[in-house]
């Protein structure tokens, strides 16, 4: 029996009851968003849910990470994970699901990543005689800061339950539902988030000649900022400068004596990101300079994302299987992106292959309707928007499809007979 004959016989599970308790479950983490190192109740239900399907569960691990596993006789270990921290962002899709923890939202669709997960586990313990390995479903805390990943592998992650032999995942993404889009080689970038403290002197606001004014100062910051990749990147490397914070100030009439920006710096080579933090700190200095700031301006560093590359043949191997199930037509290659992932960093921390998809999760029609109009941007929202809402249907199926397959096409094949 093919890998592709497995899958179709283990995803008959995938039948209505199991789906209405994915959506359920679904709705229940949505409405229960926690953010990065506080994911507490989410750890919980991972471990209760996990432990009625008959995985072996470690809570704890990497602070607030899940590990849960189902050996099933000899074979390949193969390590599937889903990140489930939240975001500080305030939710406004109208869902009557929406969360119920003010300020806090699952706006990169983690939610949806560990519901996936949970159908997958269903499906392969209900089906233990149709192969063999060990399944390591991994519920990573804090993606979103880069550092629950690194948490996991540092708590010896592999020491206490393994090695595999393979790593992979999915996101979910503002993509029309029923497509899965992988790029082999570089797929993520590398991310530095940095805050800068810039340092004036404060004064009242109608004598500004007694100041120096760091909301200027960091005014003229930002705009300088914008020339980095415009001017100093070549047109055939990728970066992104963005300031996404600035604050200063608590009064209309009080010059401050302090501002604070935080920048997010995105860049796929080593070499264009040493140029661009060079570039930086030139500049706020620089400009702090030209201020006459009598202290010198402190850069430091929030997180960072390693590159995130993904094993050119165990893509390819994976996208066959998935493309056999769903249909080759359903698999697109959307490039490199912008945006980052530590899931990498198993696969590098153990020295095996990553595959890592994106599930699309928007309604197809409503994605066609966008795209024709050229409004994709305006009417599409993004992960990290407070409009972000995939669609239940079919979007956990599909991911759950995909996942699964690409786990059996890992996993080995059903044990002989006696």
């Not at 399944?135 to 690194?150: K, S």
């Not at 570089?186 to 009242?204: E, I, K, S």
């Not at 010198?296 to 960072?304: A, F, K, Q, V």
């Not at 980052?340 to 595959?355: H, I, K, L, R, Y």
Request: hydrophobic fraction near 40%; aromatic fraction near 4%; charge should be negative.
């Amino acid at each position: 029996m093919t890998a592709h004959d497995t899958a179709r016989q283990v995803l008959a599970g995938l039948d209505t009851p199991l789906n209405q308790d994915l959506e359920a479950l679904y709705q229940d983490l949505h409405a229960h968003p926690e953010l990065s190192f506080e994911e507490h109740r989410t750890a919980a239900e991972v471990a209760r849910r996990a432990r009625d399907l008959g995985y072996e569960v470690t809570e704890g691990v990497g602070r607030t990470g899940v590990v849960a596993r189902l050996v099933n006789g000899e074979g390949p270990t193969v390590l599937l994970r889903a990140d489930f921290d939240a975001l500080p962002v305030t939710e406004r899709t109208g869902l009557p699901y929406a969360s119920a923890n003010e300020g806090v939202m699952h706006a990169c669709g983690h939610d949806v990543h560990v519901t996936c997960l949970f159908g997958t586990m269903a499906l392969l313990a209900g089906a233990r005689e149709r192969w063999s390995g060990t399944v390591l479903a991994v519920f990573q805390p804090a993606e979103e800061l880069g550092q629950g990943a690194q948490a996991m592998v540092d708590d010896d992650l592999y020491g206490r339950f393994g090695t595999p032999d393979v790593v992979l995942g999915q996101h979910v993404m503002a993509l029309p539902a029923g497509t899965v889009a992988c790029h082999p080689g570089l797929a993520f970038a590398a991310t530095d988030a940095l805050q800068v403290r810039m340092f004036g002197r404060g004064a009242h606001a109608s004598m500004p000649e007694a100041s120096i004014d760091p909301v200027v100062m960091a005014a003229s910051t930002v705009m300088r900022l914008q020339t980095v990749v415009s001017r100093e990147i070549a047109s055939k490397d990728r970066a992104v400068v963005t300031v996404g914070a600035l604050q200063a100030g608590t009064k209309d009439n009080i010059i401050p004596d302090e501002a604070r920006l935080q920048l997010n710096i995105r860049t796929h080579a080593p070499q264009v990101r040493r140029t661009v933090l060079d570039a930086v700190e030139r500049i706020v200095r620089g400009e702090a300079a030209v201020a006459g700031a009598q202290q010198d301006p402190e850069i430091s560093t929030l997180h960072t994302f390693p590159l995130m590359v993904n094993d050119d043949e165990a893509c390819a191997r994976t996208m066959a299987a998935i493309g056999d199930v769903i249909g080759h037509d359903r698999l697109t290659d959307p490039g490199a992106s912008s945006g980052s992932e530590d899931v990498g960093v198993f696969g590098t921390s153990a020295n095996v292959p990553v595959c890592y998809w994106l599930l699309g999760g928007v309604d197809p029609d409503t994605y066609a309707k966008a795209d024709a109009a050229g409004t994709r941007s305006r009417d599409i929202p993004q992960n990290h928007s407070p409009l972000f809402a995939p669609v239940m249907r079919p979007t956990l199926t599909d991911g759950v499809t995909a996942l699964t397959t690409a786990a059996l096409t890992w996993l080995g094949p059903a044990p002989r007979s006696a």
